[in-house]
């Protein structure tokens, strides 16, 4: 069974930084990407960042030269640094990946349960 669990939400005032952890556990064989969504209340889910296998990355606009993806192979974990943090970056902020449990399954997506991050005026 795979696993994501996200950590490091919080509260934030604006203009301050927060550092997000997403940890893959379970039977993996390998992974195709990770990436982060976010979703506030009344809005769709929103892509922010996302890292492949060989490295290459994809940002929003929103958060392009703001958020940071990053990620450690060898513990199956992928990070977000998020600076220059503002109100309207308060959400619900998810974990997800593209992998393949083993060599005969599909590539399917995994999604962790979502860590609240709130930035205050």
């Known amino acids: 069974q795979v696993q994501l669990v996200e950590s490091g939400g919080g509260l934030v005032q604006a203009g301050g930084s927060l550092r997000l952890s997403c940890a893959a556990s379970g039977s993996i064989l390998s992974i195709f990407f990770m990436a982060w969504y976010r979703q506030a209340p009344g809005k769709e889910r929103e892509m922010l960042a996302r890292?492949?296998?060989?490295?290459?990355?994809n940002y929003a606009n929103s958060v392009r030269g703001r958020f940071t993806i990053s990620r450690d192979n060898a513990k199956n974990t992928v990070s977000l640094q998020m600076n220059s943090l503002k109100p309207e970056d308060t959400a619900v902020y998810y974990c997800?990946?593209?992998?393949?449990?083993?060599?005969?399954?599909?590539?399917?997506?995994?999604w962790g349960q979502g860590t609240q991050v709130t930035v205050s005026s």
């Open positions: 997800n990946a593209n992998l393949r449990v083993r060599i005969d399954s599909p590539l399917s997506n995994y």
């Open positions: 890292m492949f296998s060989d490295g290459s990355t």
